[in-house]
């Protein structure tokens, strides 16, 4: 599986891949973004024999696109056709589909010879979001969805991951008008704040130009990037997110390796029983039993578990105490049964709820108490 990872940079990857690894088998390196350092230009580098073949070209609307042969590359839809072409029966999903796939996106994935997973949710978050320290945030969150996926793939068989980005990215403080130039001129193909892209026009001072082939793309343009964390004065909105340019930021990008130390079936062979005292919750505070049975030849001894209340596809409660260990990640010693007391949030109205038991770290529900009554008085 490849999972290509739109403005992820290096050190993100970094501190995505030591977190795994205690579960896999994980290798990455830099590498350098293929310049501009924009989404058109990245990812097509990353496709099969891009390298060399790589044009900057106009298309319709005065837009730019990636020419490969007898294919131009403009956007997600382009890039999968031409990946299509090159390695029929490759499955191709987003991250999000990934991370909670169906019964049916379980059953391709698991025939598949080659995935692609696709992620775009970082540089759309930079370029939508005007609270910064929310678009932060969130891209934090990322990095927890990209574990969930790496972790699902690895259950669905998945022997081989490999996580590469099309580019880094700035983020900086919003852009002063000290720190913006007007761009060269001359006849304009594509204008980003880090990247002019056409030919003729001036040279802004401090302002570096260069001809595509040195940068490895075919054509005549000429590109001009603006010195330091300078940006050119371009339309759109004007936030401290950019990318296009030659800074380190932009330019390093991750390229990981990550291989699971076991198989898929370890977890799936993995089962865990709840019981309930009573047939209905008359509570909002009520218990269940929960038993780690095991089931897989590598099955720790101890599992360490989160246990939440489900109903009408949401969480509607959560485990407060535990007979033994910390009820936010709760501990299940195989064989011995640890009663778990849970609490319905108090804004939830709902007629019945299932009681979901899902592994700490893989997020995999691997035990269910479904369909319970709820009947409480007060």
């Known amino acids: 599986a490849y999972i290509l990872v739109d403005a992820l940079r290096y050190e993100i990857g970094l ?38 073949e790589m044009e900057l070209v106009e298309t319709k609307g005065g837009k730019l696109g990636i020419g490969i042969g007898s294919f131009v590359l403009r956007d997600r839809k382009s890039r999968l056709d031409y990946l299509g072409s090159l390695i029929p029966g490759a499955v191709a999903l987003k991250l999000g589909n990934i991370a909670k796939p169906s019964q049916r996106q379980k059953e391709t994935l698991k025939e598949a010879d080659v995935i692609l997973v696709t992620s775009q949710e970082i540089d759309l978050l930079g370029e939508t979001i005007e609270d910064e320290d929310e678009a932060r945030r969130l891209m934090e969150d990322v990095q927890e969805k990209l574990r969930k996926g790496i972790r699902q793939l ?12 099309d580019h880094g990215h700035l983020f900086l403080e919003k852009p002063h008008e000290g720190m913006k130039i007007d761009p060269p001129g001359g006849k304009t193909l594509n204008l980003h704040p880090r990247v002019w892209m056409g030919k003729g026009g001036t040279d802004p001072a401090g302002c570096l130009r260069v001809t595509s082939d040195k940068l490895g793309l075919k054509g005549d343009l000429e590109l001009v990037f603006p010195p330091g ?12 997110y950019l990318h296009g340019g030659i800074s380190l930021q932009e330019l390093l990008i991750p390229l990981a390796t990550i291989e699971p130390l076991d198989t898929a079936e370890v977890h799936e062979k993995t089962t865990v ?23 897989g030849f590598f099955d720790q001894p101890v599992k360490k578990v989160k246990v939440i209340a489900w109903a009408n596809r949401t969480q509607v409660g959560e485990a407060v105490t535990s007979e033994y260990g910390d009820p936010q990640e709760i501990p299940l010693k195989k064989g011995e049964p640890n009663v778990v ?38």
């Open 15 to 52: 501190e995505l891949v030591e977190s795994l690894k205690d579960e896999f088998k994980v290798e990455i390196r830099p590498a350098m973004a293929q310049l501009p350092t924009i989404t058109e230009a990245g990812m097509a580098a990353l496709m099969p024999q891009a390298e060399g």
């Open 341 to 378: 007391t849970l609490q319905l949030y108090e804004d939830v109205e709902c007629s019945r709820v299932s009681i979901k038991v899902i592994d700490a770290k893989t997020h995999i529900e691997l035990g269910a108490l479904k369909d319970i009554e709820v009947d409480i008085a007060i």
């Open 154 to 165: 690895a259950v669905l068989g998945v022997k081989k991951i490999v996580v590469a980005a």
């Open 273 to 295: 029983k709840v019981e309930m005292a009573r047939p209905k919750i008359t509570n909002r505070l009520f218990s269940v039993r929960i038993t780690y049975q095991g089931g």
């Open 229 to 240: 964390i300078a940006c050119f004065k371009a339309r759109g909105p004007d936030r401290g």
